[in-house]
């Protein structure tokens, strides 16, 4: 009987190509966790228990990696960093606007 072993071999080019492609899902989906958040405040008008201190920080952290990845030219930190800030102009707005 022949000794028939599969050996699953990936090279370092297509170990960073899937890391690439997972990053530029994640980048597209992590700001989308906020949405139920979004539509909470939007729908219920209520801000109790929302920081619109917390929500400037997290643009103002966003602002560095936006420009480490414009630098560098990291489309996935670029992407997800845009998306983060739209996300949170959203809700600063929505703070100010039902506070």
């Given at each position: 009987?022949?000794?028939?072993?599969?050996?699953?071999?990936?090279?370092?080019?297509?170990?960073?190509?899937?890391?690439?492609?997972?990053?530029?899902?994640?980048?597209?989906?992590?700001?989308?966790?906020?949405?139920?958040?979004?539509?909470?405040?939007?729908?219920?008008?209520?801000?109790?228990?929302?920081?619109?201190?917390?929500?400037?920080l997290y643009c103002v952290g966003c602002?560095?990696?936006?420009?480490?990845?414009?630098?560098?030219?990291?489309?996935?930190?670029?992407?997800?960093?845009?998306?983060?800030?739209?996300?949170?102009?959203?809700?600063?707005?929505?703070?100010?606007?039902?506070?």
């Amino acid at each position: 009987m022949p000794n028939r072993s599969y050996h699953f071999h990936i090279t370092k080019k297509d170990e960073k190509r899937l890391i690439n492609r997972v990053c530029s899902v994640f980048a597209v989906l992590m700001p989308l966790t906020a949405l139920p958040q979004v539509w909470l405040l939007y729908s219920t008008k209520e801000t109790a228990g929302l920081s619109l201190a917390m929500w400037i920080l997290y643009c103002v952290g966003c602002v560095p990696f936006l420009l480490f990845g414009y630098i560098y030219k990291h489309t996935q930190l670029i992407v997800l960093n845009i998306m983060w800030l739209i996300v949170q102009a959203i809700m600063i707005a929505g703070i100010i606007m039902y506070s």
